[in-house]
């Protein structure tokens, strides 16, 4: 695609982009001539319904929201050949080329981290900044801190998540309920969950998320086991915003250690918030976000 092809602005609505046959669905809300600002779920397999919030972001430029492929909206897949990062670097590539957007702002959170990081890696002239939203940067450090935190929750939860774990029981309500537990206090703290996060779980890709991840909050034996792009963070040039919440399963110390890997970039903790700061504290979530867009577009 060619730059005479580019559109100078994006209409609001909902689209599907087909490559290779698997459907992938988006949605754009807001429109303008702003820099878009393009949206990477966690998971795998966590669907976009959970950054709904994050749409008050478009009353000054077109949002991008758009469910990766083998959840949400968009193809289911069982094909285990595929489910690489590669394969979902080129999904959001052939989305970028459909929709016409010469560059954006990239917003990542949790897996979608990894994803947008693997991106720019790849396509680096396409991205003016990036957003690191609870990171999952290094599937190692993401392991000691869900250590951590399981250490810092009553006996009895312990007992019941290494017991099970052990048995490879994940199924088990004892196993459910601890891993609800840790939901309320690392995940999202404000109650009750809404209707976004309802629809997150009723619509989320478990086979996606089994191969690459694994059956287990804790512990992963998917594809991801090994994940670790902390020694390419130096490698970033454009500005770059950490985003974590207080309580988050990221935890504050690692998401600190990987913004002090990253040439010049910055750090906002969201008080009060777990994992998923845009429902925990969607206020300041957004301020974050929105002054962090106006100093990249001031400089």
């Given at each position: 695609m060619t730059g005479c092809n580019l559109k100078p602005y994006l209409n609001a609505g909902e689209g599907i982009v087909v490559n290779s046959g698997i459907q992938t669905w988006y949605k754009i809300e807001g429109e303008g001539s702003e820099t878009p600002l393009i949206l990477l779920h966690g998971g795998p397999g966590g669907t976009s319904y959970y950054l709904n919030p994050l749409s008050a972001l478009s009353d000054e430029r077109p949002v991008v929201f758009f469910d990766q492929p083998g959840c949400g909206r968009s193809s289911a897949i069982n094909d285990t050949n595929i489910l690489r990062i590669e394969f979902?670097?080129?999904?959001?590539?052939?989305?970028?080329?459909?929709?016409?957007?010469?560059?954006?702002?990239?917003?990542?959170?949790?897996?979608?981290?990894?994803?947008?990081?693997?991106?720019?890696?790849?396509?680096?002239?396409?991205?003016?900044?990036?957003?690191?939203?609870s990171p999952l940067l290094s599937t190692p450090l993401w392991l000691k801190d869900a250590a951590v935190l399981i250490e810092s929750m009553p006996d009895s939860t312990r007992r019941a998540i290494a017991q099970c774990e052990a048995r490879g029981d994940y199924s088990s309500p004892l196993y459910n309920q601890a891993i609800m537990d840790y939901y309320k206090l690392f995940v999202a703290r404000k109650q009750p969950w809404s209707a976004d996060i309802d629809s997150t779980f009723a619509n989320f890709g478990t086979f996606v998320y089994n191969f690459m991840w694994g059956p287990s909050e804790f512990n992963s034996t998917g594809i991801l086991q090994n994940y670790d792009c902390t020694e390419k963070l130096n490698r970033i040039s454009v500005p770059v915003l950490y985003i974590c919440g207080e309580f988050d399963e990221a935890r504050p110390e690692t998401v600190k250690h990987y913004q002090q890997l990253t040439p010049g970039s910055e750090l906002e903790i969201i008080k009060g918030a777990a994992h998923l700061t845009m429902h925990d504290n969607p206020e300041a979530d957004i301020a974050a976000i929105r002054n962090f867009l106006k100093r990249c577009e001031n400089n």
């Open positions: 979902f670097v080129e999904q959001l590539e052939q989305l970028r080329a459909t929709l016409g957007i010469a560059q954006f702002y990239l917003y990542g959170q949790s897996w979608g981290t990894a994803l947008g990081m693997e991106y720019y890696l790849k396509y680096p002239q396409h991205v003016k900044a990036i957003i690191f939203s």
